[in-house]
């Protein structure tokens, strides 16, 4: 049995080109699968947007955290 698994007999140039072209359309896919995943989360975050009422879009931050303001103390040093 040889460890050749060459199906198309092609000789070791043509094999080289099909098995680089194969790996870069493979590559290609990937990164199609990529893209239409960010587009796909950019269209779910967009149709989410457009659901909310138009005032919670004005409305101030519900977050009290950026609000706190720290009490004016003398400061000592020792």
């Known amino acids: ?29 990937y990164a199609l699968v990529f893209c239409l995943a960010l587009w796909l989360l950019f269209a779910v975050l967009v149709g989410i947007s457009k659901v909310l009422p138009e005032d919670s879009k004005f409305n101030p931050d519900p977050n009290l955290q950026g609000s706190l303001t720290l009490p004016t103390a003398p400061l000592l040093i020792t």
Not at 11 to 27: C, H, N, P, V, Y
């Open 1 to 29: 049995m040889s460890d050749d698994n060459d199906i198309l007999g092609t000789d070791g140039r043509s094999r080289l080109t099909a098995d680089i072209t194969f790996l870069m359309l493979k590559g290609g896919g």
